[in-house]
């Protein structure tokens, strides 16, 4: 069994001891109530500060939480609160499309599923919820690389891997696609990550009008695009789905 990293444990119940009882401590308050030297403490709490965990009192040395933390938590609970405010949403959306739905949100370079509902027929799929995709060929992945300005960054500062031959990778063409992203407010996937798949994503946004994920509707190439082009229906879905969710976070009309 693996052992527990000494210094993070120790970091953990320094970050626990600032969040409770006095908003400020001293270094020696820390260390005594650690049981830990002074210098010790001094190491660990510089770090955290230089990593925007904790700050310090410039009058009196004292140590607190620093806003690092309070960005942290604020993801947390984003991303739970547009899951939950968009599961009747993406029900409704899988009922209507016939295909499965999913939710997307930016993570370590790429699209985090936090919520998947399954295509609403008897065939054998699998929960995708924790799976990574990537942010260059997938409709989700455009659409946050279109809409979130981290996400642009991330995404242009890397190679982007040609999953298929539809796969674009060149980054003056990939930039002509989110500007087309940004124009329709949409983006698709035909062929460009899997083969066979198709999908179309749309932006959800929060009550400060940022973009916190995306929603997208994905199956097979023949049902998402009989004759080759897109259904529209399907598009006007996404997007009001993506409207709808929006809005119960606060975000108004779009």
């Known amino acids: 069994m693996a052992k527990n990293i000494q210094s993070l444990e120790r ?3 320094m970050l626990r001891l600032l969040a409770g009882g006095e908003r400020r401590l001293g270094l020696s308050d820390i260390a005594s109530s650690l049981g830990l030297a002074k210098g010790t403490a001094h190491g660990i709490l ?3 500060q230089a990593e925007g965990f904790v700050e310090q ?3 009196s040395g004292r140590y607190q939480l620093g806003a690092e933390l309070l960005r942290l938590g604020n993801s947390y609970l984003d991303v739970h609160e547009l899951r939950a405010r968009a599961l009747v949403w993406t029900d409704d959306l899988a009922r209507s499309s016939g295909e499965s739905v999913h939710l997307g949100v930016l993570h370590q370079k790429g699209v985090l ?3 998947h509902v399954f295509r609403p ?4 799929q699998v929960l995708e919820v924790g799976a990574m995709q990537p942010l260059h060929s997938t409709a989700l992945g455009k659409v946050l690389s279109a809409y979130d300005p981290v996400a642009h960054s991330e995404v242009v500062e890397v190679e982007r891997e040609a999953f298929t031959p539809r796969t674009t990778t060149e980054l003056g063409a990939f930039e002509s696609l989110l500007d087309m992203t940004r124009a329709r407010g949409w983006a698709a996937d035909v062929e460009e990550t899997w083969e066979g798949v198709a999908s179309v994503a749309a932006p959800i946004h929060d009550r400060r009008r940022m973009p916190v994920g995306a929603v997208a509707v994905t199956g097979a190439v023949e049902r998402v695009c ?3 082009e897109l ?3 399907l598009v006007a879905a996404v997007r009001d789905c993506a409207r709808a969710v929006s809005r119960d976070l606060g975000a108004g009309r779009f």
Do not use: F, M, N, Q
């Open 231 to 233: 259904r529209p229906e």
């Open 226 to 228: 009989p004759d080759g």
């Open 113 to 115: 599923i936090v919520h």
């Open 11 to 13: 970091a953990a119940a």
């Open 121 to 124: 027929d008897d065939s054998r």
């Open 46 to 48: 510089r770090t955290l």
């Open 57 to 59: 009192d410039a009058a």
